[in-house]
């Protein structure tokens, strides 16, 4: 049984079929790279996850629970558990980021603002954004934008956390802080996909690649297989041979 379990999903757009029959799953603590060329369908795939999109038909499961199956309201309970980092941060550009921060907790729990704002502090601390809780998002550079999207997702101690590409567009010492907050995530237990394109990264931190093309996952593997398979699907794509 694993944490999350995709099987069989299937959806279209228009006339364009993206997903023709996915299914993977992912065990409690793993983390699971999700590679494919742009546009494959990865970032439908975690929208799905947290009910922000529903498949056309397949069954997703997320620690037990049917999330295909819920009604919207339902859906929240999921959202407390699974944290989703938005590709490209997704904050909101007229709250500072304390306040961006603060959301999560003032939506989903009842801790008194003291609380709240001694948590925030903290878990600013955490990431290397101390002294900036009184900024507005476009006044931080790209890479704290991506770090104060993954503080706000770490808010409610999620057990699973979708990471759609953390670490695009960031220098090498911030890619390098993003995969020591994915592993010591992980060290904690935590669930994880990570969608990436950035391979270096998907290699220090997945136990798991699986590669979305044409529709379906057509390789998957644990990164010792992969390394043994070196003329396996995984490998074209990694060396810009398949997409
Ligand atoms: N709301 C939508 N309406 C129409 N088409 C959509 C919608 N959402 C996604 N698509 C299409 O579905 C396909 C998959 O999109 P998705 O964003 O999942 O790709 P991706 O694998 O995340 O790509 P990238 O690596 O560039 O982020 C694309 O062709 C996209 O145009
Ligand atoms: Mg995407």
Do not use: W
């Not at 629970?65 to 490209?88: I, S």
């Not at 931080?140 to 993954?150: P, T, Y």
């Not at 890619?175 to 391979?199: A, F, P, Y």
Request: charged share 25%.
């Amino acid at each position: 049984m694993g944490m999350i379990e995709v099987e069989d999903f299937k959806k279209s757009f228009g006339s364009k079929q993206v997903h023709k029959g996915v299914s993977f799953y992912v065990k409690t603590g793993e983390c699971l790279g999700l590679i494919g060329g742009s546009g494959a369908g990865k970032s439908v795939i975690l929208r799905s996850l947290i009910g922000l999109e529903r498949p056309d038909s397949g069954k997703i499961v997320i620690d037990g629970t049917e999330v295909t199956a819920l009604k919207e309201r339902e859906l929240v309970e999921v959202r407390k558990k699974v944290a989703y980092v938005f590709q490209g941060g997704a904050l909101f550009d007229s709250m500072t980021v304390f306040e961006n921060l603060a959301y999560p907790l003032r939506e989903h729990t009842q801790l008194s603002e003291t609380e709240i704002r001694r948590k925030i502090l903290h878990q600013l601390e955490e990431f290397g954004l101390g002294g900036n809780e009184n900024l507005l998002p476009a006044s931080l550079s790209g890479g704290m934008q991506k770090r104060v999207g993954l503080a706000r997702a770490m808010m409610m101690s999620p057990e699973v956390v979708l990471y759609d590409e953390p670490t695009a567009g960031l220098d090498p010492y911030n890619t390098k802080k993003i995969q020591e907050h994915i592993l010591d995530l992980k060290r904690r237990g935590v669930t994880s996909i990570l969608v990436t394109h950035d391979m270096p990264t998907a290699f220090a931190v997945c136990d798991k690649l699986a590669i979305l093309l044409n529709g379906r996952i057509e390789a998957q593997g644990t990164m010792e297989q992969l390394e043994k398979d070196s003329k396996g699907l995984i490998a074209k794509f990694i060396n810009g041979e398949a997409a």
